[in-house]
C-alpha cells in the first residue's frame, strides 16, 4: 500500500505557474505508476498526466499538453506537475494518484491509490 499527500496548490493568475508536488510512502515508489488527476466543481475527474515507474514514459491529457510537465523522482519518492501558462479553466482540485501497473494510463478507475488533493485556483 501507498500513502499520497499532494502540496503546492493556490492561487494564481492566469498565465502564472504553480508546481504541485505528491509525496509518497509506504511500499516501494518505483512500483508504481503515477498519475495527476484533476475535478472541478459539477465535473467529473479529468486525467492530466501520469509517468511510468521509471520515469522514461509520460502521458499526457489534451488540458495538459504543451503546458504541463510531470516527473518523479524515485529516490526521494516524489512525483511533481509543472505547470504554466495557465488558464482560468485549469481551476480545479488536483489528485495525485498511483497505479501498479506497467502503463501510465488515462483511467482514473485503474489507479488504486489517490491523495486527498489539493486546490489550484487560476484567476482571470
Known amino acids: 500500500q501507498v500513502q499520497l499527500v499532494e502540496s503546492g496548490g493556490g492561487l494564481v493568475q492566469a498565465g502564472g505557474s504553480l508546481r504541485l508536488a505528491c509525496a509518497a510512502s509506504?511500499?516501494?515508489?518505483?512500483?508504481?505508476?503515477m498519475g495527476w488527476f484533476r475535478q472541478a466543481p459539477g465535473k467529473e475527474r479529468e486525467f492530466v498526466a501520469a509517468?511510468?515507474?521509471?520515469?522514461?514514459?509520460?502521458n499526457y491529457g489534451d488540458p495538459a499538453k504543451g503546458r504541463f510537465t510531470i516527473s518523479r523522482d524515485n529516490a526521494k519518492n516524489m512525483v511533481y506537475l509543472q505547470m504554466n501558462r495557465l488558464k482560468p479553466e485549469d481551476t480545479a482540485v488536483y489528485y495525485c494518484?498511483?497505479?501498479?501497473?506497467?502503463?501510465?494510463?488515462?483511467?482514473?478507475?485503474?489507479?488504486?491509490?489517490w491523495g486527498q488533493g489539493t486546490q489550484v485556483t487560476v484567476s482571470s
Open positions: 509506504g511500499r516501494t515508489f518505483s512500483s508504481y505508476v
Open positions: 509517468i511510468s515507474r521509471s520515469g522514461g514514459f509520460t
Open positions: 494518484a498511483a497505479d501498479e501497473a506497467f502503463y501510465p494510463g488515462n483511467r482514473h478507475h485503474d489507479y488504486d491509490y
